[in-house]
């Protein structure tokens, strides 16, 4: 089991200044920061990052969506990290989210959903490593 998870802020919770209640949230929650940057991700990078979902209908918007405004990408550490997190932000469609989960308090929709959590182990550490090299972090 790893210690480490990744998020990203999406574009929607940033447009709509939610970056510091959502970290409040996630420091309140005993995870500590060990990487972050303030960014936007390229069409190709969030073509690359979301290959995963190549061949469902929605990756094209989804493409679109992750690409129309800077993100906050970062690492967070805690024991048990993935599972711990996703609790946290809650179910993918905000209105199934479980009351004061991140999604619940800050998402719009399926798609405008405000935080993107990584779903196992393995893809945590696939994901930071797409975001951060080994210098960044801390």
Do not use: C, W
């Amino acid at each position: 089991m790893s210690n480490i998870t990744f998020t990203m802020i999406k574009p929607d919770a940033v447009k709509n200044n939610n970056i510091g209640p959502i970290l409040a949230k996630i420091n309140d929650a005993g995870f500590t920061i060990r990487a972050m940057k303030y960014t936007e991700l390229s069409e190709a990078q969030a073509m690359a990052f979301y290959e995963v979902h190549k061949e469902r209908p929605f990756y094209g918007e989804l493409v679109e969506f992750m690409t129309s405004g800077p993100i906050v990408a970062a690492i967070l550490e805690k024991e048990n990290a993935v599972e711990d997190f996703r609790k946290l932000i809650g179910a993918t469609n905000p209105t199934e989210a479980a009351e004061g989960t991140i999604r619940k308090i800050f998402a719009e929709s399926i798609q405008n959903n405000a935080v993107h959590g990584s779903d196992s182990d393995e893809n945590a550490i696939i994901e930071a490593d797409f975001h951060f090299s080994k210098t960044e972090r801390f």
